[in-house]
């Protein structure tokens, strides 16, 4: 594929998440706290979690590993961070979550499986086989050098705040009003922390793939944050009013 059909594919991409986001702040993802019946067939919450985010670590490394280890070291950590976080959510996150006997409809395990499958393909194919790589000082470039710690602290405080929610399940399968870091500002700091780290990936490889991951991220999460915002405050009635849904002081 030449690089300008590629430009336009991830154009079309990054317009598909447009067009979806206003539908998904009107529908409800029906998984987790959301669950609800007549979504059709379900499947068991853990393995759906390893299948459907499976694709965007075997495709994306896959494709990105075509020239063999024949790429620039900006390429080689963009690729290394990518395979590390989604090492991560593929084996690590499945097997910490507390979610016994808990199911999620096959249908939106599809509509993941598929997000992730084209994401793996567009970032995994632009990595492998496009990109020219960088510029020898780019590691010193303000981009390179933000990006990088945004992507570490992105990470870090998804990680930190998704064990403290895992950890409100060691009595019992409820929910509880959850604590501590920066639960005190906002709703759903683990979906802020995801946001800044794929918003940091963006900036430190400066590419059009890597950017339109970091609008689905976006497209994908504030309205599940703005959900799980809304049922925090009708299931909890001493719920802290002056916590925000995922960016602190604002939204
Ligand atoms: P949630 O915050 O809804 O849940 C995370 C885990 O904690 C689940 O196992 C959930 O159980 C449990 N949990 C959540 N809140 C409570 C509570 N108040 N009391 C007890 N247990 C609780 O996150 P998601 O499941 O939607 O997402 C999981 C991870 O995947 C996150 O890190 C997110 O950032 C990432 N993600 C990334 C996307 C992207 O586009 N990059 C898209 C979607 C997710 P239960 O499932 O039973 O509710």
Known sequence: MTEITFQYLVYIWIGIAAVIFPFLLRITAPYGRHAKSGWGPLINNRLAWFLMELPALLVFVFLAFNRGFNFDVVILIAILLWTFHYFHRVVIFPLR???????????????????NLINGYINGYWFGYLSQGYPSDWMSDPRFVAGALLFVAGFIINLYHDRILISLRKEGNGYK???GGLFKYVSSPNFLGEMVEWGGYALLTWCLPTFSFFIWTLVNLL???LDHHRWYLRKFKEYPVERKAVIPFFL
């Open 97 to 115: 979550i507390r979610t016994k006997g808990k199911k999620m409809p096959v249908l939106i395990m599809i509509f993941a499986l598929f997000f």
């Open 177 to 179: 009003i959850p604590f």
């Open 223 to 225: 309205p599940r944050a």
